[in-house]
């Protein structure tokens, strides 16, 4: 059975740079198949798309992000991993990882994420 | 950037009613579009993929219409357990986009 789980700090200080690891069981992240996404939601509003990587390394971002967010795939974890850096109030959010098979078919529980002093 | 403007925001309904929740891509975007429900505190839920065919294991009441431009998400006979707030998602091209979301709450 397919399952994505993400990990990572709940909370993070301003100016710092954000780590999240998704770690995916149930089909290998090398599967040429698959794009991997990371997506985000600030409590109570609407979600956004940050970016998505493809078992070669290849990655998409979100414009808005792209100065600050890096993916990674780790095919000997079978993880995928988002970096987000320069962080602020605004970036204080659930996020989630998930599959990408053209849309987001299967979604972590997700994890929140605040960002305070 | 593909926009995608979901209408309405926010509607009551009764248990009963037929539902209809519109996505409209600020370009053509074929069928390359997903509905997906989510309830408070919860992971969203894929409803409807390619546009119109249902998830598995997503009762018969949802469905889903269009193409290129204008999308449908049709509930008919709400129930209960279908409050909840709805979004699309258009997976036509990069950066992936999602709609505002519709909150179906109780009349």
């Known amino acids: 059975q397919l399952q994505l789980q993400e990990s990572g700090p709940g909370l993070v200080k301003p100016s710092e740079t954000l780590s999240l690891t998704c770690t995916v069981s149930g089909v290998s992240v090398s599967s040429s198949n698959y794009f991997w996404a990371w997506i985000r939601q600030p409590p109570g509003k609407g979600l956004e798309w940050i970016g998505s990587?493809?078992?070669?390394?290849?990655?998409y971002y979100n414009p808005s992000l792209k100065n600050r967010v890096s993916i990674s795939v780790d095919m000997s974890k079978n993880q995928f991993s988002l970096k987000l850096s320069s962080l602020t109030a605004a970036d204080t959010a659930f996020y989630y990882c998930?599959?990408?098979?053209?849309?987001?078919?299967?979604w972590g529980l997700g994890t929140l994420v605040t960002v305070s002093s | 950037d593909i926009q995608m403007t979901q209408s309405p925001s926010a509607m009551s309904a009764s248990v009963g009613d037929r539902v209809t929740i519109t996505c409209r891509a600020s370009?053509?975007?074929?069928?390359?579009l997903a509905w997906f429900q989510q309830k408070p505190g919860k992971v969203p839920k894929r409803l409807i993929y390619a546009a119109s065919s249902l998830q598995s294991g997503v009762p018969s009441r949802f469905s889903g219409s269009g193409s290129g431009t204008e999308f449908t998400l049709t509930i008919s006979g709400l129930q209960p357990e279908d409050f909840a707030t709805y979004f699309c998602l258009q997976h036509n091209s990069y950066p992936l986009t999602f709609g505002g979301g519709t909150k179906v709450e109780i009349k």
């Open positions: 990587v493809y078992y070669t390394g290849n990655t």
């Open positions: 998930a599959r990408e098979t053209g849309d987001l078919d299967y």
């Open positions: 370009q053509g975007i074929s069928n390359y």
